[in-house]
C-alpha cells in the first residue's frame, strides 16, 4: 500500500495557527477512520485526532479544543487545524487509517512552536 502524504508544518510561535494536509488514496479513505498522530523526541507516537468515515471525531485531552481535523470527501484529504499552539505541540506529525491494515507510516510534517 501507498503511504499517505502529510504537509503544512513548518515553525510558528506560540499561540499561532497552521494546518496540516494529509492525501490518502481513495480506497483507504472512504473506507477508513483517518487519524493524526504526532511523535515528539523520546517520546512514543501518539494519537491527536481522528474523524471516522462518516464525519465524527474524536480528540486527544491536550487538544481538546484548540485542534480541529476535518475531511474534504471529493480531494481525499484530511486536515487538521491547530490553533493556540503550545510548544508542547512541538513533533513530527503523521496521518494514517486506523486499522490494523494501515499502509506504512509516511514522512509526517515537522511542527516546530517556539515559546
Known amino acids: 500500500q501507498v503511504p499517505l502524504v502529510e504537509s503544512g508544518g513548518g515553525l510558528v510561535q506560540a499561540g499561532g495557527s497552521l494546518r496540516l494536509s494529509c492525501a490518502a488514496s481513495?480506497?483507504?479513505?472512504?473506507?477508513?477512520?483517518l487519524g493524526w498522530y504526532r511523535q515528539a523526541p523520546r517520546k512514543q507516537r501518539e494519537v491527536v485526532a481522528e474523524?471516522?468515515?462518516?464525519?465524527?471525531?474524536n480528540y486527544a485531552d491536550s487538544v481538546e479544543g484548540r485542534f480541529a481535523i476535518s475531511r474534504d470527501n471529493p480531494k481525499n484529504t484530511v486536515y487538521l487545524q491547530m490553533n493556540s499552539l503550545k510548544p508542547e505541540d512541538t513533533a513530527v506529525y503523521y496521518c494514517?487509517?486506523?486499522?490494523?491494515?494501515?499502509?506504512?507510516w509516511g514522512q509526517g510534517t515537522q511542527v516546530t512552536v517556539s515559546s
Open positions: 494514517n487509517a486506523v486499522t490494523s491494515r494501515a499502509p506504512p
Open positions: 481513495g480506497s483507504i479513505f472512504k473506507i477508513y477512520t
Open positions: 474523524i471516522s468515515d462518516l464525519g465524527v471525531t
